[in-house]
């Protein structure tokens, strides 16, 4: 029972959760806005990432689908997420709460999904289905996701659009036609005139006429046409002569009165009249009116997404060759034409303010945020365009470094989880990084033959280290003085140590008969250890020379080796999954994990199934001890995370990287092998023959087949499957956090809860009377919660100044982070106006002592905050060594002049205020009043010396300092004279 107790709470001791997926800003998928236009989202793999534009932060939201995700739809209120994946599974999620309420499966995969205007339905289009439902409620329900109706469609379609009150919706199609439904779901008409795919098509309101719609439409071929609906009544009106202009207009006049919601759009009472517009990169618009006017469009690049600002009418259109058109309707006029990339746009949004435009660019994993009226970027981030391949994290936690197959090397920051900082000096991939102890420096080595060093200070490369032949680099280590760098070559065998200050090649380290894997050095010793793929583990004194070298002897290669925070122990992981560890001092082994069961590797569609295949190769690649040196997690080629305590050597858990099954070694293909089999293989490598024209990932003119089965295309372009692996971690050095970079991008665990509960979200009655009656009732903390919720200025400087000194250093240990920055913010500001300085004083001592944690790891995001409180402590010290330096006789007369005679006690007269020049905002606010005690003539014969005496000194004063130091409230708070003196 104690064993298992102890197990218990070594797993509640390091209880790490999904935090945040770092690396990559987008994959593939619709990229939408908040309401509110200050957020966008974006789909990243199977996950959602949530980019605060304002705070310059971002967040992913902690939940999953089974396989990547294709569209999203948000309610107007912002409450309700719907986010569907490849597979046609829906999850309704609680947007404000970060909570999936449920899910539902579909017939098939979902091309399109919409909301009506007032949230209460949305709409499904399913291949050739399209469903009307009911938007899910935030109460769980048996049936959440209730069918109003469904109906089939002759054609695939791609889009739909809702009318403002909601009684009609559009649907576009393969079959390059518009068709208009009531909300009944029947077909009222069918628009023709495009020559290719109707990618998007939206319901505009007519600014003359709020009874009138216009259709506008985007189609692949790079046309967009305008249809502006006209009664029966108008469009005569264009016909008929001038003579009959009044009889026209008496037949409109009878047309609208009969108008109805329900059967604007019949036949019988009117039609559309159509205009076309081409995209022509900018260069030339041609109009087509009717069939009167012929248009050819000699473009070769298509439209691949739009998007419409009904209030603005800006529409926005990107190409398959990178570049991006906007116009502005009716008219079609150009407003922007630029070039975004060298890849296609996957995805393009505007904010509901008309303001930013969103393009995701899938191959390149680009999401970028731009401001057109500015021409300026909001925000403009990249994750690596190849397979990240390593990670480490920085001497204070505070930032990640990553690089990749591509050659570049990523900064990122923990807090705010974007990328400030891209090396692309590498031409080939990068293999490791480390820090230097300072933290200021990174180094890298590359496949290139070459150690780079780079300045994070100033962001640039100062030193190239190579060696004496041309090498390719593996491994790379910093030792902890931060003077050498060493390196392991895969060619050579051989290890070469630089100075960092000199950037010299001072020795080569040889022993080693096969390709250098890893190098670390001790924390606490001057040793380095290096693996090998000759079955050892070498222990070099670099220091001292080549002959001191101890060799560890493995009964595999050596994929891995790291040191323990302490540096007594080293642990090292061998081809055959095992983890063994070394005693350094005595150099003999102290334990042997045996993880291969524990990585189970799961089958893919192209391997073997045998129990012999499925554990060959599966170790360990990458391992990190915790901070305190009593955890090691390990990856691989695997899906799982192995934690590890090292005292028992037992699993405490297995952190599952990924759910998502687009990506192979996700799901495992060996259940119900039988039914999956034919005569031809396997059901999921056979080649259907359908090929999606519009997957940016599936490319129509090189996968075309004639027959299913068949393979008409060049032989080397194959379709290529991402596998899921664990190529790098690194713990954080407070402990809190770890991170592991995968084939999804980087995940960061996390001990810290990111969802904050805060009860005052649920209460919709806290009104200026609410918050003066808690404060009354005596409620301080609560009070002062509910004014920043409130966010009302005299609210919070009336509860704020109303709370007594006593009860400040409780408070402040209750008093929630959410709100710290706006509490700091707050006092800096109110600091420069008020008297009450020692009592704010106070505040940010105890504020500093209880939350130092929290504000020194979101330092970096309260930076101006910060800046604003030494404004105002150091003007306040000024003025105030000003005035006492000025006056130091008096106040050290005043503190050592010999008390007066006492006298009897009298009864209590009623106190008469005497009049001081105070201002109205110091009349206006609150005292901070200590508790009264029974006064005699002795306390007012003080109180009169004490001003009589300290009024010189008050009047020499500026008016800028009388201000702050005045004497009513010098006397009735709890400040002090000797408090003065403490600036002389």
């Known amino acids: 029972f104690t064993n298992r107790l102890g197990h218990i709470l070594s797993i509640m001791k390091y209880g790490y959760k999904f935090s945040n997926l770092c690396g990559t800003v987008y994959r593939k998928g619709e990229v939408i806005f908040t309401p509110d236009g200050n957020t966008v989202l974006s789909p990243v793999g199977n996950r959602v990432s949530s980019f605060d534009l304002v705070n310059n932060t971002f967040l992913t939201l902690p939940f999953e689908t089974p396989s990547n995700i294709t569209h999203m739809s948000l309610t107007q209120d912002g409450s309700i997420l719907l986010v569907v994946d490849e597979s046609g599974i829906c999850l309704c999620v609680n947007y404000r709460r970060r909570l999936v309420i449920t899910q539902q499966k579909f017939r098939s995969k979902v091309n399109f999904i919409a909301f009506s205007a007032d949230s209460k339905r949305f709409i499904v289009c399913c291949d050739q289905w399209i469903g009307m439902y009911y938007t899910p409620s935030m109460l769980k329900d048996h049936s959440p996701f209730e069918l109003i109706k469904g109906s089939n469609s002759p054609t695939e379609v791609l889009c739909a659009d809702w009318t403002e009150d909601g009684h009609h919706f559009l649907t ?51 046309r967009f046409t305008r249809r502006d609906w006209i009664f029966k009544s108008e469009y005569g009106k264009h016909l008929q002569d001038s003579s009959e202009e009044e009889s026209g207009e008496e037949e409109k006049s009878e047309e609208e009165s009969a108008f109805s919601a329900a059967n604007r759009f019949d036949k019988d009472k009117g039609k559309w009249i159509t205009e076309t517009f081409v995209f022509e990169g900018g260069k030339q618009l041609v109009r087509k ?17 739009a998007a419409f600002h009904k209030k603005a009418r800006l529409l926005l259109a990107g190409f398959s060759d990178g570049s991006f058109e906007m116009r502005r309707l009716p008219d079609g006029d150009l407003v922007h034409y630029l070039t975004l990339s ?69 900064v990122w920051s923990v807090n705010s989880g974007f990328c400030f900082a891209t090396f692309e000096d590498h031409t080939a991939s990068v293999t490791a990084l480390d820090f230097s102890p300072t933290g200021n420096s990174l180094f890298s080595c590359s496949l290139d033959g070459t150690v780079r060093a780079y300045d994070l200070g100033r962001y640039r490369n100062f030193r190239i280290l190579t060696g004496d032949t041309q090498v390719q680099f593996s491994s790379v280590a910093v030792d902890p003085s931060g003077e050498i760098v060493c390196a392991g070559s895969i060619d050579a065998f051989d290890i070469y140590v630089w100075s960092v200050q000199t950037g010299r090649l001072l020795d080569v380290l040889s022993g080693h008969t096969g390709p250098v894997s890893s190098l670390s050095f001790s924390p606490s010793k001057q040793i380095l250890a290096s693996a090998s793929w000759d079955m050892t583990v070498k222990i070099w004194e670099v220091f001292a020379g080549k002959g001191n070298t101890e060799t560890l002897q493995h009964s595999s290669d ?45 089958d893919s569609l192209t391997s073997e199934v045998s129990a012999t295949n499925k554990m060959a190769g599966l170790c360990f690649t990458s391992l990190s001890y915790s901070a305190d040196g009593s955890c090691i997690i390990g990856g691989g080629e695997s899906k799982y995370i192995c934690f590890y305590e090292v005292k028992h050597k037992t699993l405490l858990n297995k952190f599952q990287t990924t759910h998502n099954t687009s990506i192979e070694g996700v799901k495992n293909y060996t259940r119900n092998m039988r039914k999956r089999t034919t005569e031809a293989g396997l059901l999921e490598e056979i080649d259907q023959g359908v090929v999606d024209d519009l997957d940016e990932f599936q490319l129509y003119a090189e996968r075309k087949r004639l027959l299913p089965g068949s393979k008409t295309v060049d032989p080397g372009k194959r379709d290529l499957k991402l596998v899921i692996r664990t190529k790098g971690l690194s713990f954080s050095p407070t402990g809190r956090s770890f991170a592991a970079v995968t084939t999804e991008g980087l995940l960061i665990y996390s001990m810290d809860d990111q969802i904050i509960f805060d009860p005052f979200e649920l209460d919709i009655d806290i009104t200026k009377d609410s918050v003066l009656q808690t404060l009354e009732d005596g409620h301080h903390l609560k009070a002062l919660v509910m004014s920043f919720r409130l966010n009302e200025n005299p609210i919070i400087r009336k509860v704020f100044l109303s709370i007594p000194v006593d009860n400040v250093q409780i408070l402040v240990q209750g ?43 979101y330092a970096s995001t309260m930076l101006s905050v910060f800046r604003n409180l030494q404004k105002g402590m150091t003007q306040f010290q000024s003025d105030l060594s000003e005035v006492c330096d000025g006056n130091m006789y008096t106040l050290e007369y005043l503190v050592k002049a010999p008390p007066e005679p006492e006298e009897e006690e009298e009864e209590e007269k009623p106190k008469v205020v005497e009049e001081v020049n105070l201002s109205d905002e110091d009349l206006s606010e609150p005292e901070i009043v200590e508790p009264t005690k029974k006064k005699g003539k002795k306390s007012q014969t003080k109180r009169r010396r004490t001003k009589k005496l300290f009024s010189p000194l008050f009047h020499s004063m500026p008016p800028t300092i009388q201000s702050k130091f005045r004497l009513e409230t010098l006397s009735r708070t709890s400040f002090s004279f000797e408090f003065l003196l403490l600036s002389i």
Request: proline fraction near 2%; charged fraction near 25%.
């Open 558 to 602: 050596v994929v891995c080796v790291t040191f323990r925070p302490d540096g007594e122990e080293l642990c090292a992981s061998t081809l055959d999954g095992n983890l063994t560890f070394w005693d350094v001092k005595n150099n003999a082994i102290s334990g042997i994990i045996e993880g291969r069961r524990d990585l189970r590797k799961t």
């Open 342 to 410: 060298n890849a296609r746009i996957s995805a393009c949004a505007i904010n509901p303010t008309g303001e930013w435009v969103a393009f995701g660019v899938g191959s390149r994993g680009q999401l970028t945020v731009w401001e057109w009226q500015s021409e300026s970027y909001i925000m403009k981030q990249q994750g690596h365009s190849l397979d990240m391949t390593c990670l480490k994290y920085s001497s204070n936690g505070q930032y990640i470094a990553t690089g990749g197959e591509d050659g570049k090397i990523k």
């Open 289 to 305: 009116v009717g069939d009167k006017e012929k248009v050819i469009h000699n473009s070769l690049a298509r439209v691949t997404s």
């Open 172 to 222: 576009t199609g393969k079959d390059m036609t518009i068709r208009i439904y009531n909300s009944d779901m029947k077909l009222l008409q069918y628009l023709v005139g495009h020559r290719d795919y109707v990618l998007k098509a939206w319901f505009v309101k007519d600014e003359e006429d709020e009874n009138k719609y216009k259709i506008i439409s985007v189609s692949r071929d790079g």
């Open 815 to 857: 008093f929630p982070s959410t709100y710290l920055p706006r509490l700091l913010s707050f006092i800096a500001t109110a600091m420069e106006s008020t008297p009450n300085i020692e009592f704010f004083m106070l505040w940010c001592i105890h504020l500093f002592n209880h939350h130092g944690v929290y504000l020194k790891d």
